[in-house]
């Protein structure tokens, strides 16, 4: 079954924004740690930034400032603010979950859960 959603994608001029989000399910929600990941073509899968249990918040060194992780807890979505978009920022993104307690938040073979994936195009 589908247990996170995504919506928000689309395209922008460089400098403009998006808001991703990831709809999980109760359990998925209230249970793992959840991140967002992103592929461009003929490029390796990426994680983006993660949320951890105790809020903490970790970043890709080259979105850090420009990307904002947050979660709606009453809406058990995970959102993905994403400002000052570059053209090297299209990927497809995904939203993903894994349990809490792994050692690092950005292997993608730890995560048990993905979203389908959203398109985010920037033009220059």
């Known amino acids: 079954q589908v247990q996170l959603v995504e919506s928000g994608g689309g395209s922008v001029q460089a400098g403009g924004s998006l808001r991703l989000s990831c709809l999980a399910s109760?359990?998925?929600?209230?249970?793992?740690?959840m991140s967002w990941f992103r592929q461009a073509p003929g490029k390796e899968r990426e994680g983006v930034a993660a949320?951890?249990?105790?809020?903490?918040?970790r970043y890709k060194e080259s979105v850090k400032g420009r990307f904002t992780i947050s979660k709606d807890n009453a809406k058990n979505t995970l959102y993905l603010q994403m400002n000052s978009l570059k053209p090297e920022d299209t990927s497809i993104y995904y939203c993903?979950?894994?349990?809490?307690?792994?050692?690092?938040?950005?292997?993608?073979?730890?995560?048990?859960?993905w979203g389908q994936g959203s398109q985010v195009t920037v033009s220059s």
């Open positions: 993903a979950a894994r349990p809490c307690f792994t050692f690092t938040w950005s292997n993608e073979y730890d995560y048990h859960y």
């Open positions: 109760l359990y998925i929600y209230n249970n793992y740690c």
């Open positions: 949320i951890e249990a105790d809020g903490r918040t």
